[in-house]
T-cell receptor, first 115, second 113 residues
Framework: DSGVTQTPKHLITATGQRVTLRCSPR?????VYWYQQSLDQGLQFLIQ???????AKGNILERFSAQQFPDLHSELNLSSLELGDSALYFC??????????????FGDGTRLSIL | AQSVTQLGSHVSVSEGALVLLRCNYS??????LFWYVQYPNQGLQLLLK??????LVKGINGFEAEFKKSETSFHLTKPSAHMSDAAEYFC???????????FGQGTRLTINP
């Protein structure tokens, strides 16, 4: 058990819809990272928050947004969903902002299926 | 830009045989390097990490990896494979001061009885 909790485990929805994925980091971790895992793109970094502030951005679409709340949990919002958004979305957390080589600890992911 | 290449998307070994999973990185400065394992329907679990303290890094479940700067490699090995090692393995890199992990495409390890 990594200590990172992601809900829901599975989401099935239709094109054009909007969903919210939730992540609770390990106790004491200030950084939250979101990754997308798909068959064609592999594991891709989306975005990072550190103590409530956006710290780094990766290959995140404009239709996607995220935030980290004062209690340090994070949400990833995906809107105007397309078939290609079907993927496994991982949340990870680490103690610091990542500059010190601290490992990231991953949740079990949310599997998003767009019909 | 940093990148990671894992040679071989599938590796198959016999139980008890040596496991060797290859990872090469491209970076202009020494990076931090990680190996993660993903079992079916689970998240990624950290196996080991290299952060410049020692070139030979020992991880969990009997795995180890050696950082070779001259070869820009960080290959993962285990002397004797066990059936429970069957999983997908990812090599990842991050730069000092950078936050994101850049992952290789993964290597699926199959263990034959």
């Amino acid at each position: 058990d990594s200590g990172v909790t992601q809900t829901p485990k599975h989401l099935i929805t239709a094109t054009g819809q909007r969903v919210t994925l939730r992540c609770s980091p390990r106790s004491g971790d200030l950084s939250v990272y979101w990754y997308q895992q798909s068959l064609d793109q592999g594991l891709q970094f989306l975005i990072q928050y550190y103590n409530g502030e956006e710290r780094a951005k990766g290959n995140i679409l404009e239709r996607f947004s995220a935030q980290q709340f004062p209690d340090l949990h994070s949400e990833l919002n995906l809107s105007s969903l397309e078939l290609g958004d079907s993927a496994l979305y991982f949340c990870a957390s680490s103690v610091d902002s990542g500059g010190g080589g601290q490992p990231q600890h991953f949740g079990d992911g949310t599997r998003l299926s767009i019909l | 830009a940093q990148s990671v290449t894992q040679l071989g998307s599938h590796v198959s070994v016999s139980e008890g045989a040596l496991v060797l999973l290859r990872c090469n990185y491209s970076s202009s400065v020494p990076p931090y390097l990680f190996w993660y394992v993903q079992y079916p329907n689970q998240g990624l679990q950290l196996l080991l990490k290299y952060t410049s303290a020692a070139t030979l890094v020992k991880g969990i479940n009997g795995f180890e990896a050696e950082f070779k700067k001259s070869e820009t490699s960080f290959h993962l090995t285990k002397p004797s494979a066990h059936m429970s090692d069957a999983a997908e393995y990812f090599c990842a890199v991050s730069l000092q001061g950078a936050q994101k992990l850049v992952f290789g495409q993964g290597t699926r390890l199959t263990i034959n009885p």
